[in-house]
């Protein structure tokens, strides 16, 4: 499989590295990263200024490139100008920290996926927790099921979201499909000094979820698989509002 992998944690991060050495034995596998964090970009791109890229000796065997540009325009970049063709699947991660419920809106790791699905290339956001030591786990977790994953990514419009709570599989109770649920933070700013404030914050643990939310799951000690696409029309309001007259 022709596999173009990014992220937003830039190219040198332990997650990036070790998912490529994982599935470079089998697969066709090019790396294409920012050259610098770039978590919280969301879906950003970068239409008002030139984004250039270099290519690292980095993974033996792995074409690697850094970009000025964000997690999405890695996404575009290497598709339309590093391998100028589309691979067959695109993954963004390891993520250092989970994209759980309403986090998908700001990660940069999501964001590149669905960059990803718009350009008509299945595409899978890995995320792990936090705390954990090692991505071993997690990018093992991709490589043995990665048939599977993909063909359970139907159409080009959605993506796979993944989320993987420990590093050790005896912790695991098992995976399961979720709905992205309400992943809420406190919000704290922390006076920097002349270079501004810093927004820090930690998930409110209490925040109402649905039995079947990936929150909910991932507190429950199961990996998360959760299907997100690029759509945000309100159906139910526009079935209301279509007949409306103004």
Same mark, same amino acid.
């Given at each position: 499989?022709?596999?173009?992998?990014?992220?937003?944690?830039?190219?040198?991060?332990?997650?990036?590295?070790?998912?490529?050495?994982?599935?470079?034995?089998?697969?066709?596998? !090019?790396?294409?990263?920012?050259?610098?964090?770039?978590?919280?970009?969301?879906?950003?791109? %970068? $239409?008002?200024?030139?984004?250039?890229?270099?290519?690292?000796?980095?993974?033996?065997?792995? &074409?690697?490139?850094?970009?000025?540009?964000?997690?999405?325009?890695?996404?575009?970049?290497?598709? &339309?100008?590093?391998?100028?063709?589309?691979?067959?699947?695109?993954?963004?991660?390891?993520?250092? *920290?989970?994209?759980?419920?309403?986090?998908?809106?700001?990660?940069? !790791?999501?964001?590149? %996926?669905?960059?990803?699905?718009?350009? *008509?290339?299945?595409?899978?956001?890995?995320?792990?927790?936090?705390?954990?030591?090692?991505?071993?786990? %997690?990018?093992? $977790?991709?490589?043995?099921?990665? &048939?599977?994953?993909?063909?359970?990514?139907?159409?080009?419009?959605?993506?796979? %979201?993944?989320?993987?709570?420990?590093?050790?599989?005896?912790?695991?109770?098992?995976?399961? $499909?979720?709905?992205?649920?309400?992943?809420?933070?406190?919000?704290?700013?922390?006076?920097?000094?002349?270079?501004?404030?810093?927004?820090?914050?930690?998930?409110?643990?209490?925040?109402?979820?649905?039995?079947?939310?990936?929150?909910?799951?991932?507190?429950? *000690?199961?990996?998360?698989?959760?299907?997100?696409?690029?759509?945000?029309?309100?159906?139910?309001?526009?079935?209301?509002?279509?007949?409306?007259?103004?």
């Amino acid at each position: 499989m022709n596999i173009l992998i990014v992220n937003d944690d830039g190219v040198y991060a332990s997650g990036i590295i070790t998912l490529a050495k994982t599935l470079s034995p089998n697969h066709k596998v !090019t790396v294409v990263a920012p050259h610098k964090q770039m978590s919280g970009k969301s879906h950003s791109m %970068s $239409f008002h200024e030139c984004v250039n890229y270099i290519k690292l000796d980095l993974i033996d065997g792995v &074409d690697c490139y850094a970009t000025s540009g964000t997690p999405a325009d890695c996404v575009k970049m290497g598709i &339309d100008l590093i391998l100028g063709c589309k691979p067959d699947l695109v993954i963004s991660g390891i993520n250092n *920290g989970y994209n759980l419920g309403t986090d998908v809106l700001y990660s940069g !790791t999501v964001g590149a %996926s669905v960059e990803s699905a718009l350009m *008509g290339v299945p595409s899978l956001a890995v995320s792990q927790n936090y705390h954990l030591d090692n991505y071993t786990y %997690s990018a093992d $977790f991709v490589a043995r099921h990665l &048939d599977s994953l993909y063909r359970m990514l139907t159409t080009a419009c959605s993506i796979l %979201s993944i989320n993987i709570p420990y590093c050790e599989e005896k912790y695991i109770k098992g995976v399961k $499909f979720a709905k992205i649920g309400n992943h809420v933070y406190t919000d704290n700013y922390v006076d920097c000094g002349l270079e501004g404030y810093l927004l820090t914050g930690e998930p409110i643990e209490d925040i109402e979820n649905e039995d079947d939310a990936d929150v909910r799951y991932i507190r429950e *000690g199961y990996i998360t698989i959760s299907p997100v696409r690029a759509d945000f029309n309100d159906y139910t309001a526009y079935q209301i509002l279509k007949d409306v007259e103004l």
